[in-house]
């Protein structure tokens, strides 16, 4: 079956700091990936996607690049700020079904600190 | 263009009653996502209509049940109501069918007691 396992958090780093949060997937066939971000009282927003393999997706200073041959989709952003501070779920779509859910990984919970 | 809205943003049930939540969805989108949030997790697929059509299921028991409307809103109502039902409940809207991008609205905050 698909599936979305992202490392754990809670990940807690200085501002100005490098991050990186891992995510692999098992999927059949050929997913769309994603990074959802979710700040404190809200809803999921759509941070970046990549749709094929060594695609790249990027948004805020924020980078994922899609790799088929490790199954990763790891999220990157060189200089965090405290305003980055939120939970980080990476998720995936298997478009080979009819419909289009998202499945997501349990989420990365990010602390930035000045 | 407006987003998706939820409504209630908060809601406190007694065990074993029901519960209905509403979402409406962004102007034109004809798809419709809901997913349950439970706390420290990420959000499972409960179920998806298109085109006011049940559309897929996740693993979730029959008590969980939907309805989509001609004007594209929708809503979630779970009876029976258990402990663990408490969560965070998302509706997500697509415009161009299932296999577009999914936009969420902020959730409904459910808790059973």
């Known amino acids: 079956g698909n599936s979305v396992t992202q490392m754990e958090g809670p990940v807690t780093l200085s501002e100005e700091a490098f991050l990186t949060i891992n995510c692999t997937y098992t999927?059949?066939?050929?997913?769309?990936l994603f990074w959802y971000v979710q700040y404190p009282g809200e809803g999921l927003q759509l941070l970046l996607k990549a749709t094929k393999a060594d695609d790249k997706g990027s948004n805020k200073g924020f980078e994922a690049t899609y790799r088929k041959e490790t199954t990763s989709f790891h999220l990157e952003k060189g200089s965090v700020q405290v305003s980055d501070s939120a939970v980080y779920f990476c998720?995936?779509?298997?478009?080979?079904?009819?419909?289009?859910?998202?499945?997501f990984g349990k989420g990365t919970k990010l602390s930035v600190k000045p | 263009e407006t987003g998706v809205t939820q409504s209630p943003t908060h809601l406190i049930k007694t065990r074993g009653q029901q519960v209905t939540l509403r979402c409406s969805s962004q102007?034109?989108?004809?798809?419709v996502s809901w997913y349950q949030q439970a706390l420290g997790q990420g959000p499972q697929f409960i179920f998806q209509?298109?085109?006011?059509?049940?559309?897929g299921r996740g693993n979730f028991p029959p008590r969980f049940s939907g309805l989509q409307f001609p004007n594209y809103s929708s809503e979630l109502n779970v009876n029976a109501l258990e402990l663990d039902d408490s969560a965070l409940y998302l509706c997500a809207s697509s415009l161009g069918g299932p296999h577009t991008e999914a936009f969420f609205g902020q959730g409904t905050r459910l808790t059973v007691v």
């Open positions: 998720a995936l779509v298997n478009y080979g079904g009819s419909q289009g859910n998202l499945i």
């Open positions: 209509y298109y085109r006011e059509e049940e559309n």
């Open positions: 102007s034109g989108h004809n798809t």
């Open positions: 999927a059949t066939g050929y997913p769309s």
